[in-house]
């Protein structure tokens, strides 16, 4: 997909609107500004998508953002169509990425209808507040907070967008003004999490003084993120207390999201918590996609065996190689125990189906096929190099050096596991591993700093 160089950019506008000799029209501008906001959306749609993957690392990140930006910085030169052909858009029914495009660009162009019209359609329909949310995140805060201020104070969406804001910025808040928001806060459980995940984010422990009494919340999400917070800035007893808690939340499949990060956090610490985690969910033939992740996270050499096993699986054999690609660092291309792609086809399965009915995607398409046989002449001769008393990221030890390395350049799939493991030991701010690319490489930039300063 080719990108839009910031010279080219700037013929599309006054008082140069002739490119190739030829002047650019307001068809022509529409034109423009509807191809470039359907690029922004389309990126980062697939940026979403792929946050986690294990077949992208950060320097693909880094260049799904440089191309966000780049539109952005078209459609801002292209203001006042694009500001028009929001609001037009915004009479219809929208995908999540769309809102981001059209949020980005009313935040970037401060354009005051535009962004009440967005903010109105947040308001009416709630799923949208996470795409909402995530394009607070790539503007200057100056943008960011003028745009906030348009909403109702009284709001409760307000007040969960302003905390996941400020959470990405250097925003300096009075411990005086914490207080008082977390004082003034309302019973919507989706504030008590943006609430603690400020803080989280943030590495502020004012934040979550209410982490303890919301361990007995009904909602899950409400439960994990404040274990996850006494886990961070809690005492050693308490950060005991919270490994059985995450054991829970990761064993209860009614909200997939919040097992899967439960079960994440949890394996990233050594504990008998984590092993009853992998023995149960090795007998759950419904969540054997987390079983397999689950292995990848404990970080030890003891899981390759179990892993080995699903290489000459159809449903599992790209899955279990990415997992032992993130225990080992060794890759099926690179180290020769790749095979021809396979056939996922079920000749068991119900064939009374429509047959023009659409097949469900694959997950896990774009991964290499493992051969098991290869894999397993290749662990013979390599398995002295990973002793069975030391915990792996990537094929090294999971200590600080590797930690930041894999933050730096590393697969997207194993970040989350690295920005968690380093802010626990630390118990300082989490690695925001999920914001665009330019906060990363500020952070990353600190990072470097404190580790060789």
């Given at each position: ?7 080219d ?10 490119v ?18 359907d ?19 950060f ?15 078209a ?16 009479d ?13 660009v ?5 354009d005051?209808?535009?962004s ?15 795409p ?38 250097p ?6 003004s ?23 984010l ?9 982490a ?7 909602h ?5 993120a404040?274990?996850?917070?006494l ?21 209860d ?9 439960a ?19 090795e ?39 990415a ?8 890759h ?14 079920d000749p ?17 398409a ?88």
């Amino acid at each position: 997909m080719g990108g839009l160089r910031m010279n080219d950019a700037d013929a599309f506008c006054e008082p140069n609107p002739w490119v190739g000799g030829v002047r650019l029209t307001a068809e022509s501008r529409s034109t423009l500004a509807s191809h470039y906001l359907d690029r922004l959306a389309l990126t980062w749609r697939r940026r979403s998508k792929q946050i986690t993957s294990y077949h992208h690392d950060f320097s693909d990140l880094l260049e799904w953002d440089s191309r966000i930006l780049i539109y952005l910085d078209a459609l801002t030169l292209l203001e006042d169509q694009i500001c028009q052909e929001g609001l037009e858009r915004l009479d219809a029914p929208l995908l999540d990425e769309e809102l981001f495009a059209l949020t980005l660009v009313a935040l970037r162009t401060r354009d005051i209808p535009l962004s009440q019209a967005c903010i109105g359609l947040v308001q009416a329909i709630p799923r949208l507040i996470g795409p909402y949310a995530a394009a607070l995140t790539w503007v200057r805060w100056v943008d960011c907070e003028a745009h906030l201020k348009l909403w109702p104070k009284d709001n409760d969406h307000y007040l969960k967008l302003y905390l996941a804001a400020s959470a990405h910025y250097p925003v300096v808040i009075s411990p005086q003004s914490i207080q008082h928001w977390v004082a003034s806060l309302t019973p919507d459980p989706q504030v008590g999490i943006a609430t603690l995940r400020c803080g989280i984010l943030r590495g502020e422990a004012e934040w979550t003084t209410h982490a303890q009494e919301w361990l007995d919340a009904d909602h899950s999400g409400l439960r994990l993120a404040a274990a996850e917070a006494l886990i961070v800035f809690g005492s050693t007893q308490a950060r005991r207390d919270m490994l059985p808690v995450l054991r829970d939340l990761a064993l209860d499949p009614r909200d997939p999201a919040v097992s899967e990060n439960a079960a994440r956090k949890l394996l990233t610490v050594t504990c008998n918590e984590g092993r009853e985690l992998i023995d149960a969910l090795e007998t759950d033939t419904d969540r054997q996609r987390l079983y397999l992740q689950a292995l990848g996270w404990t970080g030890e050499p003891a899981a390759i065996p179990r892993l080995s096993e699903r290489l000459d699986d159809p449903r599992d054999a790209r899955l279990a190689a990415a997992v032992i690609n993130a225990l080992l660092g060794t890759h099926p291309v690179r180290d020769g125990w790749q095979t021809e792609a396979q056939s996922q086809s079920d000749p068991s399965g119900d064939l009374s189906e429509a047959e023009d009915a659409l097949p469900p995607p694959d997950p896990d398409a774009g991964l290499p096929w493992p051969d098991r046989e290869r894999f397993s002449q290749w662990w013979h001769n390599q398995r002295h190099n990973w002793p069975e008393n030391q915990r792996y990221l990537g094929g090294r030890p999971r200590e600080h050096a590797t930690l930041h390395d894999i933050l730096h350049q590393g697969v997207l799939a194993w970040r989350p596991q690295a920005a968690w493991h380093l802010q626990i030991v630390q118990r300082g701010r989490r690695f925001p591993w999920q914001a665009p690319t330019p906060h990363q490489k500020h952070h990353l930039a600190n990072c470097a700093e404190r580790l060789h300063g």
